[in-house]
């Protein structure tokens, strides 16, 4: 600004610029209204093909005091044509509703019409919707577009996902097949998801739960949704739920939260299991319906207000609405909910007597009781439910060859008289029940794990990975989705960030250390920094709990053949990222939350948890210091509130010159927001990776020895490195050679075995 001269001239280049901007944006709006215009027929009274002069007064058109069209209203006029493209230049437009007419031929996209709030194009004759079409679309509140049927398939895009203001959603009957997109997180405002009559296929997406969406018309779909519909247990908002001919499975969840649920349509699936005592109770339910579904256990009664339809098929033990089943019915249906209510036994176990002929059950024939059960080979997955300790007479019992998870219940070992007791060939974990010396029990091969007292972890020593927690028989189908690249993307990024944090920290302790040693990190200063984190665990890396002795051993220095972590090598290795992860395990995404229970909320909390322990080189819970500074998190918000006590706070060996200070700040003021106390205050994942990616940027370390040696790009960005390196690991064999090569990475294709962390961002 010391030239007044130049300042002049750039602020009168700069209304230039706004002025013609301005005029441009006029004119092009009058010569698209006209090019509508002439598009269709018959041409709306009071329109022009000829001129577009005063098309601001035309019937249904409105303008802002610049000439700017912000909204053109053409419903129902009988009118067809095909509109022109250049729609998406009236860059004012906020609302477009052209419902119930014959227009054809391709909708124009309407990206990036950043303004544009409302979208009414439903019953109409459109022929394709272009693949951009809702993109950009920040403003856009309400896209409704049911009734197009002469559409060419075609599916929801995630450019959706811009439009965060999104209340309702509806293109029923509007061709639309695939599968719902997991994007629900980035519609609070949601209430309207009308998409019934489409071909959509493939499960509920997990996000629903963090949508407040009321109404959900999911029903008659060509040919069906499937899986669980567990999520529905936590959408509290529910008031209008229509799921009615899918193919869902599994059993009704509880839906006591959804205090506003008046009306649950769930005939023509594939439901199974015991309905939850809690629907007959729901306040406001005035209309149900079960007909033609699997549903075992009692017929449910509901009070005298409620319209229930449940005259088709159900596998109900008796027809009289609330009386209960034969308790050997019960305990059986108990049993099969351990394994989630598989449809198999929902079909094989009719009636109200066990001993009628019931498949893989065995009566003493004349006191009717049961003696054997033989489960054996099913593919169930699931627990083994303890109330088979119900089953009083029991000899046998085989669950031998399936995928069943958990303990073997203590109350087993009261079955007295048990002889026969086979588990070979699951996946069990926990201590074994003392079993009587009179019962014979088979539990190997298979299940590695059990008789471990932790419940599951590998013994020292061992390398396998345990399973994550959370896929309970309800769980099943939540766990079980493929991991999309974006989601890789998503776990790495978050690895990333924390581990260039952890390089700085460690960059700076080295400088620190310099004078009394040139090589290592030792352990002890590595304590403060990574593996602290990794050792400490309230974090979603401790999941994969067998690996972290690989990490702290490498970091300890004891392999002196995998240099991750140390000081000057600045590398982790891609096994080591695919291995404390799970194989990038969809269970350990951060700021994800699939277990239905821990909400992504609680995710991005133990992220910001993660970055206080990191800057201030303690554990989240240190019962060695005094009471108000034992619980980290309570402790470092404290410290937040007053800027001046941070650089005491963190952790000394950093040292920090100013420059750093501001970026420490920095992330101390995200790991204060993280960490809120109110779930809604705490940011997005995609807000930390916003604040810390400049810092990554920042901090990246300068040393480009590796570039030469690593085959890496370290220009390359991360989602085009994981492209390249998915690209490459199709070719090869999966990673499950658990006693993984130190020095080889299965990836082929020109990358080696190390990853090295500053060239990702
Ligand atoms: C709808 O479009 C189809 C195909 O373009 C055409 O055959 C049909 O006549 C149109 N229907 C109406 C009501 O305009
Ligand atoms: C429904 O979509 C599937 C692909 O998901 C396709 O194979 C099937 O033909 C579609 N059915 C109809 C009736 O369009
Ligand atoms: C209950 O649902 C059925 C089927 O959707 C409908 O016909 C009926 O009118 C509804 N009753 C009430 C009270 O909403
Ligand atoms: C099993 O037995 C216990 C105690 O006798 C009883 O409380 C429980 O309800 C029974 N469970 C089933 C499924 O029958
Ligand atoms: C076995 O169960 C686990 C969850 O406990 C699941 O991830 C896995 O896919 C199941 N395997 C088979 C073959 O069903
Ligand atoms: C145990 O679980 C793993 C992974 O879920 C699965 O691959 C394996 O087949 C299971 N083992 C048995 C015996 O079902």
Not at 17 to 31: F, G, I, N, P, V
Not at 129 to 135: E, G, L, M, R, Y
Not at 176 to 195: C, K, V, W
């Amino acid at each position: 600004m010391g030239d007044p001269l130049l300042s002049l001239s750039l602020l009168l280049l700069l209304l230039s610029l706004l002025l013609s901007t301005t005029t441009t944006t006029t004119a092009d709006d009058a010569a698209t209204i006209l090019k509508l215009a002439s598009a269709l027929s018959p041409t709306p009274k009071g329109w022009s093909t000829t001129t577009s002069s005063g098309y601001c007064e035309w019937d249904g058109v409105k303008c802002d005091n610049s000439n700017n069209v912000i909204s053109i209203n053409l419903a129902t006029r009988s009118l067809s044509g095909i509109l022109p493209s250049g729609l998406s230049t009236l860059s004012k437009l906020q609302s477009l509703s052209l419902q119930e007419n014959k227009l054809s031929g391709a909708l124009p996209s309407l990206a990036n019409l950043a303004s544009l709030r409302e979208i009414y194009i439903g019953t109409n004759n459109f022929t394709s919707i272009p693949q951009d079409c809702f993109k950009g679309l920040t403003s856009l509140q309400t896209l409704i577009m049911n009734e197009n049927i002469n559409l060419e398939p075609w599916v929801i895009s995630t450019d959706l996902s811009e439009s965060s203001s999104l209340a309702s959603f509806e293109a029923s009957r509007a061709k639309i097949f695939g599968t719902i997109p997991d994007m629900f997180a980035s519609f609070p405002s949601l209430q309207n998801l009308r998409l019934s009559y489409n071909n959509l296929t493939g499960g509920l997406p997990l996000s629903f739960a963090n949508s407040g969406i009321q109404n959900l018309w999911l029903n008659n779909q060509e040919m069906g949704l499937s899986g669980n519909i567990e999520v529905l247990s936590s959408m509290e908002q529910l008031s209008q739920v229509w799921l009615q001919k899918n193919q869902f499975t599994g059993p009704v969840p509880d839906l006591s939260k959804s205090k506003n649920l008046f009306d649950l349509q769930l005939r023509d699936n594939q439901f199974t299991g015991i309905l939850p005592v809690s629907l007959d109770s729901l306040p406001g339910l005035l209309n149900i319906s079960l007909s033609n579904n699997k549903l075992q256990g009692p017929v449910p009664q509901f009070g005298k207000n409620v319209e229930v339809d449940n005259s088709g098929l159900n596998n109900f033990c008796l027809d009289t609405a609330g009386v209960a089943c034969d308790p050997q019915v019960t305990t059986l249906l108990e049993i099969a909910g351990g394994f989630g209510y598989p449809v198999t036994l929902s079909d094989s176990w009719k009636g109200n007597d066990a001993c009628s002929g019931w498949p893989f059950v065995f009566c003493d024939s004349s006191k009717k009781i049961v003696t054997t059960v033989s489960l054996g080979k099913q593919h169930f997955g699931g627990i083994i439910s303890p109330a088979f300790a119900n089953l009083t007479a029991l000899t046998t019992l085989k669950l031998n060859d399936n995928n069943l998870s958990g303990p073997i219940p203590d109350s087993l070992a009261k079955l007295s008289q048990l002889s026969l007791l086979d588990v070979s060939n699951n996946n069990l974990t926990g201590k074994i029940p003392s079993f009587a010396p009179s019962v014979k029990l088979t539990s190997t091969p298979g299940n590695s794990f059990l008789g471990s007292e932790s419940g599951g972890a590998p013994s020292p020593g061992s390398d396998s990975i345990t399973t994550a927690p959370g896929s309970g028989p309800n769980g099943k189908g939540i766990g079980g989705r493929k991991v999309s690249p974006g989601l890789i993307a998503g776990i790495v990024a978050g690895l990333v960030i924390v581990g260039v944090i952890g390089l700085f920290v460690l960059f700076k302790v080295n400088i620190k250390k310099k004078r009394e040693k040139s090589g290592r990190v030792n352990g002890q200063e590595n304590g403060n920094g990574i593996s602290s984190l990794v050792k400490n665990g309230s974090s979603g890396f401790t999941k994969g709990n067998g690996v972290l002795s690989e990490i702290q051993s490498q970091s300890s220095g004891n392999h002196s053949s995998h240099n991750a972590f140390e000081g000057g090598n600045n590398a982790i290795s891609i096994e080591v990222l695919r291995q404390v992860t799970e194989n990038f395990s969809e269970n350990n995404i951060l700021g994800k939350g699939a277990t239905g229970r821990v909400t992504r909320k609680v995710d991005v909390y133990a992220f910001g948890v993660i970055l206080m322990e990191i800057m201030t080189g303690r554990k989240a819970l240190d019962d060695t210091v005094p009471d108000e500074r034992a619980h980290l998190v309570t402790w470092f918000r404290r410290v937040l509130v007053n800027n001046d006590s941070l650089p005491k706070a963190i952790d000394q060996t950093m040292n920090p010159d100013e420059e750093t200070l501001v970026s420490i700040f920095k992330v101390a003021e995200l790991a204060g927001h993280c960490t809120a106390r109110e779930p809604h205050q705490r940011p997005d994942m995609g807000h930390a990776v916003n604040v810390l990616g400049p810092l990554v940027e920042q901090w990246k370390p300068s040393n480009h020895e590796e570039e030469s040696t690593s085959g890496i790009d370290l220009h390359m960005s991360l989602p085009h490195f994981l492209q390249r390196w998915q690209a490459d690991e199709g070719t090869s064999t999966m990673f499950n050679d658990r006693s993984h090569s130190q020095t080889q990475s299965s990836i082929p294709g020109g990358f080696t075995d190390t990853y090295t962390s500053n060239d990702c961002r």
